[in-house]
């Protein structure tokens, strides 16, 4: 395993403080890492990490510049390569275990899963709610630091009920207990205990952290039975959806604000013992205007009701439409416009088109296989497009509608295919019983319509198609 793990180290990223880089691992060749593989093996079977790799180096990154406050920095931790190596090769051995320990609800850091699946869930999930009139309220966690705030001795009591192997245990434990952090400030090197969270930029902590975050989340806010009549949470073709997860991005799926409420309050009650703090101030409310307007509180505190939230990057509205995302997109667009415009200003035209669809293109169309656009929405972007493309001379800029559509009948095609117990399936291809009607007036495009849309328009070309032939048959 070593020697597969070695060679995929990129180059020259940042030394620990052992001074081992990764190009000493790369150009070690096979005798090197046949050696790093028995020091691997014998890691796992004493079960003792070597202490050199638990010391970390901490640097400090400006969120923003001039920074006045501990908020403005964010603290990035540098581990050691080799320590690296071997966590990473740990988290391989784990991953069939924790695939089977978590449930349907996480998304986050999960092989063959992304954020669109969550973002897919509450597009229709709150287009569905509104044209039957349901109420929706959707409760949005946020945790002050959460991967560095979390203790150890959660993150082992969720190893442990997971069933790893008691040898994986003990080296997991040793790679994160007892650990300390050398920063410089104002020139002089302090050394720290670390005595909480799992560590940043090693391989295996967000898995700790989603199993340990499991734990907690079923120990405070068990799933409900689906058998049962009444629960909280959004009952979807006879199964409860009650939450959403994104490695620790929390969002609760209620009908009324007293089970908002009271399963808020357990679960910040549960984490707190964790280590795990809500930061109430970021915490928020959105909810469709058939919801009770009594306001969700976490223990006595109320939580911020809004009209619009940025979730995993993308703006939800509360009227559902899209007008907030579409600016957050220019924006962004011309962000990833101006990031390379002097380094694209002298190659050539095709090169240049490349370098926009790539980075320009991405950035204005993120999570655009969730929208449920209007032509207007098309519109805006595609003027925008049109500009950036004329200032930086790259030529013929792309059909943004047809690019959207591409996405979109692409990513419909994976939820089809997705296993029948994903969240994101069964929400995007439910249909509420036959005994919920439907509000009064003309309904609400969906996300669905557009797909149902170009699967009619492709149908009715092929039947065009098989009349040709089959008028060429006759006449031949």
Not at 28 to 49: M, V
Not at 345 to 351: A, F, P
Not at 418 to 431: A, G, H, K, N, S
Request: hydrophobic letters at 35%; aromatic letters at 8%; charged letters at 30%.
């Amino acid at each position: 395993m070593a020697q597969g793990e070695t060679p995929k180290t990129s180059w020259r990223t940042a030394m620990g403080l052992d001074r081992v880089g990764s190009d000493m691992l790369k150009h070690g060749g096979e005798k090197l890492q046949q050696n790093l593989a028995r020091c691997f093996n014998k890691l796992i079977e004493d079960g003792k990490y070597p202490p050199e790799w638990n010391e970390i180096r901490i640097k400090l990154l400006e969120k923003k510049p001039n920074p006045e406050t501990l908020k403005d920095v964010r603290p990035i931790s540098i581990l050691s390569i080799p320590g690296k190596v071997f966590t990473k090769i740990m988290t391989k051995r784990m991953a069939r275990k924790a695939e089977s320990y978590l449930d349907e609800t996480q998304n986050g850091f999960r092989c063959g899963r992304s954020c669109s699946e969550n973002l897919q869930s509450i597009t229709c999930l709150w287009e569905k709610c509104h044209e039957y009139d349901m109420p929706l309220i959707l409760t949005f966690i946020d945790y002050r630091a959460a991967f560095d705030s979390i203790y150890w001795s959660a993150v082992q009591e969720g190893v442990l009920e997971s069933g790893f192997d008691p040898q994986y245990m003990e080296a997991i434990k040793s790679c994160n207990e007892l650990g300390t952090g050398e920063i410089e400030i104002f020139g002089e090197k302090l050394k720290i205990p670390v005595e909480r969270g799992v560590r940043q930029g090693d391989s295996s902590s967000p898995a700790l952290f989603a199993i340990a975050l499991h734990k907690l989340l079923n120990e405070a806010d068990p799933l409900p039975e689906d058998d049962e009549e009444e629960n909280f949470g959004i009952r979807v073709d006879g199964r409860y959806i009650s939450r959403l997860l994104f490695a620790d991005d929390l969002v609760l799926i209620d009908k009324n604000p007293k089970d908002a409420s009271n399963r808020a309050s357990k679960i910040a009650k549960i984490c707190e013992k964790a280590g795990l703090m809500f930061n109430t101030a970021k915490s928020k409310v959105l909810r469709n205007q058939c919801a009770n307007n009594a306001s969700v509180r976490v223990n006595g505190q109320p939580l911020e009701d809004v009209d619009q939230i940025k979730y995993l990057g993308r703006i939800f509205r509360k009227d559902g439409a899209l007008d907030s995302e579409i600016n957050n997109r220019i924006r962004a667009g011309w962000a990833a416009y101006h990031s390379i415009a002097s380094a694209i200003s002298e190659i050539s035209i095709k090169e240049k088109n490349h370098f926009l669809k790539s980075s320009v293109l991405s950035a204005m169309t993120y999570a655009s296989e969730t929208w449920n656009t209007k032509v207007e929405d098309i519109k805006r972007i595609q003027r925008t497009i049109n500009y950036i493309w004329i200032q930086a001379n790259a030529g013929t800029p792309p059909n943004l509608e047809k690019f959207i559509m591409k996405i979109k009948m692409r990513w419909a095609g994976h939820i089809v295919r997705l296993p029948t117990q994903r969240i994101c399936r069964i929400i995007t291809l439910w249909e509420p019983p036959n005994g919920v009607k439907r509000r009064k007036g003309r309904p609400k495009k969906r996300w669905v319509d557009d797909v149902q849309n170009e699967v009619k328009v492709h149908q009715h070309n092929i039947n065009l198609q098989g009349l040709g032939e089959a008028e060429e048959e006759g006449s031949g």
